[in-house]
């Protein structure tokens, strides 16, 4: 009956937690848990996957990293971030980037074929970003793990029992280490919005992200219909973009020039 009632009262909690844009959201895994989970995946990843050695690739990818996340602790000074982002360019061609909880983002340099320019590859790194702040692997842990990632919480559960795969899928790693999942359409839709922001506060034209999301159009052919499919469809996500590009752009205006070209 205690347990319970704990378990009640965690819930009743949780839902008063709101995302950066003010979404009500569910997320019960502690903050340090989470840390833990993205350091030691992404440990994983740098053991399997091997790192890209072009000196002047990984300085680009590093200065517009460097600027989205400085942005994004600007942009949204009351969400809590890591100190020190890990950033680390994987010699892997499937055109990918993630963030995940602890401050680790990763980038395949197959990436940079698809996002040309800096303010492009600042829109994708901004788009990860933007699932970190918005906590959105510890909801997607909670919504697959229910009970037992409240069990978590109240430390009934160890992080052994909930399962490698369901972490790895809630952190938006597939089992193959390095593929990126996309996260639900909400979830999408929301850092594509938070990733706008962040790219325009950094000194980025936001209007390089519908220019990216063509090239990713061209790259991906053919998607399923959109309903069968929780990435939200090219012009689909395309269309809200524009409709904030405005918005971003007066953000921008008053921006410092980003040092990245």
Known sequence: MRLALLLL?????????????????????PDTLMAKLGADTFGQLRERQPVAGDASLNRRVQCVAGAVVAAARRHYPGEAMPEAWEVV?????????????????????????????PAQ????????????????GNERLTQQLGI??????????????VGQESL??????????????PF?????EEADLMGLEIMAEAG??????VTLWR??????????????????????????LQGHLEAARRLGRDAAPTPCG
């Open 9 to 29: 009262a965690l819930l009743a909690l949780a839902g008063c937690e709101k995302t950066p844009t003010g979404r009500s959201q569910l997320a019960l895994v």
């Open 89 to 117: 360019v994987f010699d892997d061609p499937s055109p990918n980037a993630f963030a995940l909880p602890g401050g680790k983002i990763g980038v395949n340099a197959g990436l940079l074929e698809v996002a040309q320019t």
């Open 121 to 136: 590859l600042a829109a994708v790194i901004g788009h990860e970003v933007g699932h970190v702040l918005a906590d959105h």
């Open 148 to 161: 037992k990632a409240v069990l978590l919480v109240v430390g009934l559960f160890s992080e052994g029992e």
């Open 168 to 181: 790895l899928q809630a952190l938006g790693i597939g089992a193959r280490l390095g593929i990126a999942l």
């Open 184 to 188: 639900s359409r909400t979830h999408e």
């Open 204 to 209: 980025f034209d936001p209007r390089e992200s």
């Open 215 to 240: 090239n990713m159009a061209n790259v991906g052919g053919g998607q399923p219909p959109e309903f069968l499919s929780t990435h939200p469809a090219h012009e689909s996500r395309i269309e809200a």
